[in-house]
Protein backbone atom coordinates (compact mmCIF):
# COMPACT_ATOMS: atom_id res chain seq x y z
CA UNK A 1 0.00 0.00 0.00
CA UNK A 2 1.60 3.43 -1.14
CA UNK A 3 2.34 5.94 1.78
CA UNK A 4 -0.95 7.80 2.37
CA UNK A 5 -1.14 11.57 4.01
CA UNK A 6 -4.75 12.68 4.93
CA UNK A 7 -5.57 16.28 5.86
CA UNK A 8 -7.37 16.60 9.07
CA UNK A 9 -9.58 19.76 9.66
CA UNK A 10 -12.04 20.28 11.98
CA UNK A 11 -14.18 23.69 13.61
CA UNK A 12 -12.73 26.07 10.83
CA UNK A 13 -15.92 28.03 11.52
CA UNK A 14 -16.01 30.56 8.60
CA UNK A 15 -12.53 31.82 8.81
CA UNK A 16 -11.76 31.47 5.14
CA UNK A 17 -8.18 33.08 5.86
CA UNK A 18 -7.05 29.97 7.63
CA UNK A 19 -8.96 27.43 5.22
CA UNK A 20 -6.94 28.72 2.40
CA UNK A 21 -3.75 28.90 4.81
CA UNK A 22 -4.37 24.99 5.44
CA UNK A 23 -5.23 24.36 1.51
CA UNK A 24 -2.06 25.55 0.70
CA UNK A 25 -0.27 23.88 3.42
CA UNK A 26 -1.94 20.58 2.51
CA UNK A 27 -1.38 20.93 -0.99
CA UNK A 28 2.63 21.28 -0.39
CA UNK A 29 2.96 18.28 0.81
CA UNK A 30 0.98 16.75 -1.88
CA UNK A 31 -2.49 15.41 -0.12
CA UNK A 32 -5.34 14.22 -2.16
CA UNK A 33 -8.11 13.57 0.44
CA UNK A 34 -8.96 15.41 3.41
CA UNK A 35 -11.16 14.66 6.42
CA UNK A 36 -13.36 17.50 7.89
CA UNK A 37 -14.50 16.63 11.32
CA UNK A 38 -17.59 19.56 11.40
CA UNK A 39 -18.32 23.20 12.08
CA UNK A 40 -17.24 24.18 8.49
CA UNK A 41 -20.73 26.53 9.08
CA UNK A 42 -21.97 28.10 5.84
CA UNK A 43 -21.42 27.18 2.40
CA UNK A 44 -18.24 29.46 1.36
CA UNK A 45 -16.17 27.48 3.68
CA UNK A 46 -17.36 24.30 1.98
CA UNK A 47 -17.31 25.61 -1.65
CA UNK A 48 -13.61 26.52 -0.54
CA UNK A 49 -13.04 22.87 0.58
CA UNK A 50 -15.07 21.58 -2.39
CA UNK A 51 -12.62 23.60 -5.07
CA UNK A 52 -9.70 22.53 -3.49
CA UNK A 53 -9.81 19.93 -6.06
CA UNK A 54 -8.98 17.19 -2.76
CA UNK A 55 -11.25 14.28 -1.87
CA UNK A 56 -13.16 15.23 1.32
CA UNK A 57 -14.68 13.19 3.68
CA UNK A 58 -16.99 15.09 5.63
CA UNK A 59 -19.18 14.81 8.99
CA UNK A 60 -21.40 17.83 10.36
CA UNK A 61 -20.41 19.93 13.47
CA UNK A 62 -23.08 21.17 15.69
CA UNK A 63 -22.81 25.36 14.65
CA UNK A 64 -22.97 23.56 10.28
CA UNK A 65 -25.54 25.96 9.20
CA UNK A 66 -27.67 25.30 6.40
CA UNK A 67 -26.68 21.99 4.87
CA UNK A 68 -28.87 21.78 2.12
CA UNK A 69 -27.51 24.53 0.52
CA UNK A 70 -24.06 23.42 0.99
CA UNK A 71 -24.95 19.81 -0.56
CA UNK A 72 -26.77 22.10 -3.49
CA UNK A 73 -23.43 24.35 -3.90
CA UNK A 74 -20.92 21.46 -3.62
CA UNK A 75 -22.47 18.75 -5.65
CA UNK A 76 -20.97 20.07 -9.19
CA UNK A 77 -17.79 19.73 -7.89
CA UNK A 78 -17.75 16.05 -7.37
CA UNK A 79 -15.17 16.22 -4.38
CA UNK A 80 -17.89 16.73 -1.54
CA UNK A 81 -18.05 13.16 -0.02
CA UNK A 82 -21.18 13.78 3.86
CA UNK A 83 -21.82 11.36 5.88
CA UNK A 84 -25.46 10.77 6.51
CA UNK A 85 -25.18 10.41 10.44
CA UNK A 86 -23.32 12.28 13.49
CA UNK A 87 -20.31 9.80 11.87
CA UNK A 88 -18.49 7.92 9.27
CA UNK A 89 -16.49 4.90 8.77
CA UNK A 90 -14.15 5.33 5.99
CA UNK A 91 -11.40 2.74 4.66
CA UNK A 92 -7.97 4.90 3.51
CA UNK A 93 -4.70 3.89 2.67
CA UNK A 94 -5.54 0.69 4.02
CA UNK A 95 -6.26 2.08 7.47
CA UNK A 96 -10.21 1.59 9.19
CA UNK A 97 -10.88 5.54 9.89
CA UNK A 98 -13.72 6.50 12.27
CA UNK A 99 -14.82 10.12 12.15
CA UNK A 100 -17.11 12.11 14.67
CA UNK A 101 -17.30 15.72 15.55
CA UNK A 102 -17.94 14.86 19.17
CA UNK A 103 -15.26 13.47 21.32
CA UNK A 104 -17.38 10.81 23.69
CA UNK A 105 -18.30 8.93 20.00
CA UNK A 106 -14.92 9.04 18.56
CA UNK A 107 -13.47 7.98 22.35
CA UNK A 108 -15.98 4.57 22.23
CA UNK A 109 -14.96 4.20 18.36
CA UNK A 110 -11.20 3.80 19.52
CA UNK A 111 -12.05 1.69 22.67
CA UNK A 112 -13.96 -0.67 20.28
CA UNK A 113 -10.76 -1.97 18.81
CA UNK A 114 -12.43 -1.60 15.64
CA UNK A 115 -10.85 0.95 14.05
CA UNK A 116 -7.02 2.32 13.49
CA UNK A 117 -7.67 5.80 13.73
CA UNK A 118 -11.20 7.69 15.47
CA UNK A 119 -10.85 11.64 14.75
CA UNK A 120 -13.09 14.38 16.57
CA UNK A 121 -13.29 17.91 16.57
CA UNK A 122 -15.69 20.02 18.82
CA UNK A 123 -13.58 20.83 21.63
CA UNK A 124 -11.13 22.93 19.80
CA UNK A 125 -8.27 21.02 21.74
CA UNK A 126 -5.43 19.70 19.68
CA UNK A 127 -4.85 16.65 21.28
CA UNK A 128 -4.16 12.57 20.43
CA UNK A 129 -3.23 9.31 21.94
CA UNK A 130 -3.54 5.87 21.72
CA UNK A 131 -6.43 4.09 23.51
CA UNK A 132 -5.57 0.40 23.21
CA UNK A 133 -4.39 -0.18 19.67
CA UNK A 134 -6.61 2.76 18.16
CA UNK A 135 -5.43 6.51 17.71
CA UNK A 136 -7.55 8.97 19.47
CA UNK A 137 -7.40 12.74 17.72
CA UNK A 138 -8.35 16.01 17.27
CA UNK A 139 -6.68 18.54 14.98
CA UNK A 140 -7.59 21.22 16.86
CA UNK A 141 -9.28 24.63 15.79
CA UNK A 142 -8.60 25.62 12.15
CA UNK A 143 -11.26 28.82 12.93
CA UNK A 144 -8.37 29.47 15.95
CA UNK A 145 -10.53 32.06 17.82
CA UNK A 146 -11.54 30.30 20.81
CA UNK A 147 -7.89 29.54 21.79
CA UNK A 148 -5.64 31.34 19.65
CA UNK A 149 -3.97 28.89 18.55
CA UNK A 150 -5.03 27.26 15.15
CA UNK A 151 -4.23 24.38 13.77
CA UNK A 152 -5.16 21.07 11.36
CA UNK A 153 -3.74 17.84 11.25
CA UNK A 154 -1.72 14.83 9.04
CA UNK A 155 -2.39 11.29 9.18
CA UNK A 156 0.12 8.77 7.60
CA UNK A 157 -1.30 5.65 7.05
CA UNK A 158 1.89 3.55 6.65
CA UNK A 159 3.61 4.61 9.84
CA UNK A 160 0.13 5.62 11.86
CA UNK A 161 1.53 8.86 12.89
CA UNK A 162 -0.35 12.12 13.81
CA UNK A 163 1.04 15.55 13.07
CA UNK A 164 -0.46 18.95 14.36
CA UNK A 165 0.16 21.72 11.69
CA UNK A 166 -0.18 25.17 13.23
CA UNK A 167 -1.37 28.03 10.99
CA UNK A 168 0.00 30.92 13.03
Not at 92 to 110: C, D, M, N, Q, S
Not at 121 to 145: I, T
Amino acid sequence: MPVMLIAILSDSHDNMENIKKALELTKARGISEGLHLGDMCAPPAAILLAESGLKWHCVWGNVDGDKLQTYRKTAEYGTMEYAEQDFAEIELGGKKIFITHYPEVARIAALSGRYDAAFHGHNHVAAQEMVGESLLANPGEVAGFRFGKPSFGIYDTETGNFEHVSLL
